[in-house]
Structure formats: C-alpha cells, structure tokens
C-alpha cells in the first residue's frame, strides 16, 4: 500500500515533506499548536503580514501554509476579509458523527468480509503509532492518527470515494477534536480502535459494528458538545 496520506495538515513533516517546503510545514505546525492550545481563538483573524514578520518569512509562504490549513478547515479563507481561525459549531459536529455512524458500519462489515492478513497488521501498525503519540501527549498527532485510523480503513478497501469523504468529514470537527478531546478520552479511543481491530481479526462483522458505533457515539460525547460555544469572526 502506498503510504497513506494524513486527512490534517498538521502531521506536515510526518506526511507532506516531499510536497511542502520546511518553512511552510513549521508555519502549519506552528499555527495548528497556536489553535489546540487556545492561543488563538476560533474566529481570530489571520494578517499575512504580521505572521510573514513573525515567522521570518515571505508572504508567499504565509500565504501557502494559510491554504494548506484552509483545506482541512482549521482555517476559513474569505474573498476580500482574509484568513480567519475556523469556529465549527457544536451542531455541525453533531451532523459529523450522524454521518460517520451511518457510513462507517457498513465500511466495517465489507471490511471484515474482505480484509486479508496484510490489510489487519496494516491496521496493527498505525496502532502502534497511534499508542506512541497517546503515551507521549502529542496533542495534534494524537488526534491526527486517531482520525487516520478511520481513513486506513476506507483506504485498504481501495475505496476512493469512502477514503476522501471519510477525511472531508473527520477534518470537519477536526478543529473541535483537536481542542476539546481530554488526553484520557484520546486514550479510550485508542482502546476501542484494538477492540474493533481484534474483532475484525476474529471476522465478527456484527461485534466489529457495534464497537464501531459505541467508539463514534463515545468520541462524540467525550467532546462535551453542549458546553462548546462557537466565536463568529
Ligand atoms: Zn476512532
């Protein structure tokens, strides 16, 4: 399998390092960090010129890092107002993971129906990772290849379609996982991943589904929703 790629654009050095320059990935790393650690608020404005002084860089390159945020929606870009920080709101997160749920349990049963060996330890492998980044409290990477897990899945189905809506909706509440998920429900949600995987392995469709659905309805209720107020820019 190819290796596949982050639906964030935060893991820039992890995954895009062929694509990006460093100076743009430092600038999205840095400004994703600036986001999850509530330095910059949902709704801040974004001046090109200022981070260009800041950063020591060209406006160019401001300019590429603020699109390559944009993309994953931590970052909305307007005509003529500029790049603001995303303030999704706690109904659009509640949709989210409606869809996910209707999606993601028929994705799990053809994936039991048709995973060979190599498409679980695939699996196995990014949970490693995912274990790494949990343990050592890496926040953004955390969050990253806990979403990734998902997308691995719709990806060894060799399902384009599945893979790229799977990521558009996860980086939809991306800005929200990123700044309301605690480091012990990030910690849970890496549980349920090895349960779903150890049921997937067991080839129990019906076990793998319900883990599935109780893992989304957890991860949705861990993020305290109803306490989540959007900023308008
Ligand atoms: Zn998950």
Redesign the pocket.
Known sequence: MKWMQSVYTFGACRYHSGMDTSATSFIVDSLTRAIVEHRLQPGAKLVEQKLADQFGVSRTLVRQALYRLSQNRLIKIEPARGAFVASPTADEARQVFEVRRMLEAGMVRSFVQHAKASDIKTLQTHMAQEKLAVQEGDVPGRTEL??D??VCMAQLMHNDVLAQLLSDLISRSALITLMYQSSTAAAH?HE??EAIVRAIKARDANAAAVLLDA??CH?EDALNLSQYHSVTP
């Open positions: 806990l979403g897990f998902h949600s349920e991943h893992h989304l991860v």
